[in-house]
């Protein structure tokens, strides 16, 4: 059960509670619900986890729900992504030279710049990662400096019914090829209004690759060792 669908269990469990005349319900010390029946004199409880932030409904839906013998709902973790510890390392995408972006090497000291890189979604737990995403943000300046070359003014219109045209890497044969959507917008994405300037642009990429055999993306992030910190 995710989240959404526990909240729903609680308010629909603490509504069952408050029309049950028999049950009641008080708070502990140290965050504990006991619901207890007036009848039968039996109890049941919940403790909240001394990380938790406590919630009285949630408390007393669970402690009802035991009291009730009903089945209290597994709530599946959402993932996180989680800075890494204190004078540990990490990475973030940043100007290496005059041509391209890179893995930059940083030490996490709560620096409030560690924090702009973390809630920027510009932190990588390692090299490799980073590097991978700079490789993807340098190829997508590379299109749209085409882009800007050969339909400076074009922005594509998702309402005209008119085929876009963009360029894709076929890793079977090494060759970028052109493609089209009407009102897909595969986001990030550079478009193109013709296939003519996408083929064109598809060859600038293809001779480009071809003389350096591999894929442009690829050759485009040189990684530095340096701390970058002001």
């Known amino acids: 059960m995710n ?16 029309n049950d005349k028999q ?21 049941a409880i919940a403790k909240c986890h001394p990380k938790d932030e406590f919630y009285y409904r949630i408390g007393v839906a669970i402690a009802y729900a035991r009291l009730r013998k009903i089945k209290v709902p597994k709530v599946e973790e959402e993932p996180e992504f989680k800075r890494v510890g204190y004078e540990q390392e990490y990475y973030h995408i940043g100007k290496l030279n005059t041509a391209s972006f890179g893995a930059v090497y940083t030490l996490e000291t709560d620096h409030f710049l560690d924090k702009a890189s973390f809630e920027n979604n510009n932190y ?15 190829f997508l300046l590379k299109l749209e ?8 003014d074009y922005v594509p219109d998702w309402q005209d019914n008119a ?10 044969d090494s060759t970028y090829y052109v493609g089209g959507c009407l009102a897909v917008d595969r986001k990030p994405c550079v478009y193109f209004p013709t296939t003519e300037i996408a083929q064109k642009v598809c060859d600038i990429l293809n001779g480009e690759t071809k003389k350096c055999k591999k894929p442009l993306w690829g050759l485009l992030t040189r990684c530095t060792n340096g701390k970058n910190r002001d």
């Open 3 to 18: 989240k959404e669908e526990f909240k729903q269990w609680v308010k629909k469990t603490y509504g069952d509670f408050q």
């Open 23 to 43: 049950a009641v319900s008080y708070i502990a010390q140290n965050n504990i619900v006991i619901v207890y029946d007036k009848t039968t004199v039996k109890s």
């Open 124 to 138: 990588f737990h390692t090299r490799k990662r980073a590097e991978e995403v700079a490789d993807k943000i340098n």
């Open 145 to 152: 400096r085409l882009h800007d070359t050969y339909c400076p």
């Open 163 to 172: 085929r876009k045209y963009y360029v894709f890497y076929g890793t079977k």
